[in-house]
């Protein structure tokens, strides 16, 4: 037949929450089961309990799959191919079904890493009692999707300290009862850091005594259609006894209320280029020293695009910080327009 049948391969149920070595091993049992006239070979997840999920073997080239059956529900979920990596729908008797599949060999070890990350987020989900298994499948599958579209190696120490300065911002709109995760817009290649309802602000965070903050596009600090717009100053100093990278995510993480919150969070990590399991010892121990806020107005130094000349087409420059002086405004308010109950 067309599509072939589907349904385990020979042996049980995989019994338990498998990482990504048990992943590999899975699949190399599963190459060993003779091939048949079906599209996989496959051997369903003892976890999660309410999502069909199988380990599986496209038979045409033995290419690793993760296979999901959505029900009716698979519909919204987009396909794509990238990193080497492919989600596609593939037609059966008892319905479509969605297949991850590895397209390129070589990143076999990758495949199992996001495998199995993917299901160790089911399964936290079906830990919290969530009902919707298959839409944070996606998700993650979709930060995943993101990560590998942007990332070409291991993040730089520049884009740690960029990283450590939104989470420490984050957690002050969180100290003071905001919606921080609706607000940071990075992740998600946002203009600005963070935004809610037309006040924005955009992190520089430095550590030591820098005296420029970097401006990366002419866009950047344009407040054109913003109600308000700030520039947040994170001044770091490296400390031994200070926190890293993964110590503030995971801080920050422990503060969210409920698994939905706390697993779109890991989710904005992952797009935003913060891999789960990343070492500890890479990155620096930080301490914060303080934030200054800096609203955007008329006589702010910077660059526009409609005041520039014509062929310009983008612009990165420098800040000196003693120019913004006049600028300065109080912490507090500029946080309290992010809302909060305190």
């Known amino acids: 037949m067309a599509t072939g049948e589907y349904g385990p391969a020979a042996g049980s149920a995989v019994t338990s929450v498998p990482d990504a070595a048990a992943l590999l091993e899975e699949w190399t049992d599963l190459a060993a089961v003779a091939p048949g006239d079906r599209l996989f070979r496959t051997r369903r997840m003892a976890r999660p309990a309410r999502l069909d999920l199988r380990a599986g073997l496209r038979e045409t080239d033995a290419a690793p799959c993760l296979v999901v059956s959505p029900g009716t529900a698979g519909g919204a979920i987009t396909s794509f191919e990238t990193g080497g990596l492919r989600l596609s729908r593939v037609a059966d008797p008892a319905g479509v079904l969605l297949v991850l599949s ?6 076999r070890d990758l495949f199992a890493a996001v495998c199995s990350d993917c299901l160790r987020a089911v399964i936290r989900g079906e830990d919290e009692a969530e009902d919707d298994l298959l839409s944070m499948f996606a998700a993650r599958l979709s930060a995943w999707r993101a990560f ?3 990332q070409t190696g291991a993040l730089s120490r520049s884009e740690m300290i960029g990283i450590i300065g939104e989470l420490l911002l984050f957690g002050q709109l969180l100290d003071i009862g905001a919606d921080a995760l609706g607000a940071w817009k990075a992740p998600d290649d946002g203009l600005h850091d963070f935004e809610n309802a037309g006040d924005s602000i955009e992190v520089k965070t430095s550590l030591g005594g820098a005296r420029q903050l970097h401006v990366s596009t002419l866009d950047q600090l344009d407040d054109a259609g913003l109600t308000s717009l700030h520039v947040a100053h994170v001044r770091l100093i490296e400390a031994s006894d200070g926190e890293t990278l993964e110590d503030i995510a995971d801080r920050i993480e422990t503060q969210l209320s409920g698994e939905r919150a706390r697993s779109a969070f890991r989710n904005a990590l992952l797009r935003r280029g913060l ?3 990343a070492d500890d010892d890479l990155g620096p121990r930080v301490r914060m020293a303080g934030t200054d806020f800096y609203a ?3 006589g702010f130094p910077r660059l526009r695009r409609g005041e520039l000349a014509l062929g310009i087409t983008d ?4 800040l000196e910080v003693r120019a913004l002086t006049g600028f300065q405004e109080d912490a507090a308010a500029v946080l309290s327009r992010f809302g909060g109950g305190q």
């Open 148 to 150: 590998l579209r942007d």
């Open 275 to 277: 891999a789960p399991g």
């Open 315 to 318: 612009a990165t420059y420098q």
């Open 102 to 107: 590895l397209e390129e060999p070589a990143r």
């Open 296 to 298: 955007v107005r008329d």
